[in-house]
């Protein structure tokens, strides 16, 4: 049902967990339909150098979650702020349709926690 990538991040997901005193924390989802991802972040010199999740979802969601992470360690805030959810599927190699509203948690949860960050160090 879905490719090689997305299982592979579905059932070994990459960055799962806290990061204690995190200088940023971020979610998304809802937990009415049962995707929820929380994303924690540690900056350093205005890059991120850290990123974690704790999801709770479905496959994709998960999937998605732990692409993310990879995806913006070494980013500038405003860079990682700016992924898509079209990046996030790319990265995965293709979201199907339905499932598409799960790519979207990603960005949204990473918005979060920058906009965190930045309340913290206005």
């Known amino acids: 049902m879905y490719n090689k990538t997305i ?3 579905f059932q070994n997901p ?3 967990g ?3 005193n995190a200088d940023g924390v971020g979610e998304a989802g809802n937990p009415e339909t049962g995707d929820v991802m929380r994303i924690y972040l ?3 010199d205005g890059r ?3 990123a974690k ?3 709770f979802g479905n496959a994709i969601a998960i999937a998605v979650s732990s692409i993310s ?3 913006i360690v070494g980013l500038t805030l405003d860079q990682a702020a700016a992924i898509t959810k079209e990046e996030v ?3 995965l190699g293709g979201i199907p349709e339905d499932k598409m509203n799960c790519s979207n948690m990603a960005p949204a949860a990473i918005a979060s926690a920058v906009k965190d960050y930045r309340s913290k160090h206005a």
Request: aromatic letters at 0%; proline letters at 0%.
């Open 7 to 9: 299982m592979e991040h």
């Open 69 to 71: 992470t990879l995806m």
């Open 89 to 91: 599927s790319d990265a």
């Open 18 to 20: 806290e990061i204690d």
């Open 48 to 50: 991120i150098v850290e």
């Open 14 to 16: 990459r960055n799962v």
């Open 53 to 55: 999740h704790k999801t």
């Open 42 to 44: 540690r900056i350093a």
